[in-house]
């Protein structure tokens, strides 16, 4: 039960850190877009 549940942790860390830097470069792409608009 405890090795499964870090395993568990550890897979929803990997996603939680993929969505981070998902969204950091949606952000980045977001605002070169809105600088090249302008």
């Known amino acids: 039960l405890t090795y499964r549940r870090r395993s568990l942790f550890i897979v929803a860390n990997k996603h939680y ?3 981070l ?3 950091g470069y949606n952000i980045i792409e977001i605002a070169q877009r809105d600088r090249d608009r302008r």
């Open 21 to 23: 830097s998902f969204d």
């Open 17 to 19: 850190t993929l969505c």
